[in-house]
T-cell receptor, first 114, second 112 residues
């Protein structure tokens, strides 16, 4: 049973460029959340998708946007990249109604902005 | 606002016991998770508490006191592979939805 798959694993972008990160959730999960983790910090919540709708958003600017597809996979888009966007981007999938089963995380995409 | 505090770094000896504390101040509390994260890897689930008390799972135990906004993760019979970051995360419920709020993580170094 595949867990959460993220692609690409690493990428390097230049300031001002745009990037798209992809996430395939664990089989059976219907909710996808995205997190940004700066070096030495805990993950910060960006937003969450369920039934192809963004339903929660953290304290991130509109440059960060996303999408969820009918097969529950998701994309995170970041426009006008800044040096400060360099981080590990984690995708976590879950069930809409879950208890202790909680969240399954992907291995992340390491984004470096130069 | 939401605030989760845990020590930045801890060191311990192989075979010993270590306790990692986490305090939180948050509305909409709906459970607390502990995750282990090795450098550059995904956080992996260790434990979950929603009611007060102790949950034991092999070498790992986690305790929660909701009235005190306090949790700890207890690691017994430490092994070198336990060297990692340990993340305390509160599941926050608001507007009908849940999300995880993380602490900054505690980096644990296990020495021979």
């Amino acid at each position: 049973d595949a867990g959460v798959t993220q692609s690409p694993t690493h990428l390097i972008k230049t300031r001002g460029q745009q990037v798209t990160l992809r996430c395939s959730p664990k089989s059976g999960h219907d909710t996808v959340s995205w997190y940004q983790q700066a070096l030495g910090q805990g993950p910060q919540f960006i937003f969450q998708y369920y039934e192809e709708e963004e339903r929660q958003r953290g304290n991130f600017p509109d440059r960060f946007s996303g999408h969820q597809f009918p097969n529950y996979s998701s994309e995170l888009n970041v426009n006008a990249l800044l040096l400060g966007d360099s981080a590990l981007y984690l995708c976590a999938s879950s069930l809409e109604y879950q208890g202790a089963s909680g969240y399954t995380f992907g291995s992340g995409t390491r984004l470096t902005v130069v | 606002g939401q605030n989760i505090d845990q020590p930045t770094e801890m060191t311990a000896t192989e075979g010993a016991i270590v306790q990692i504390n986490c305090t939180y101040q948050t509305s909409g509390f709906n459970g607390l998770f502990w995750y282990q994260q090795h450098a550059g890897e995904a956080p992996t689930f260790l434990s979950y508490n929603v009611l007060d008390g102790l949950e034991e799972k092999g070498r790992f135990s986690s305790f929660l006191s909701r009235s005190k906004g306090y949790s700890y993760l207890l690691l017994k019979e430490l092994q070198m592979k336990d060297s990692a970051s340990y993340l305390c995360a509160v599941r926050h419920y608001s507007g009908g939805y849940n999300k995880l709020i993380f602490g900054a993580g505690t980096r644990l170094a296990v020495h021979p």
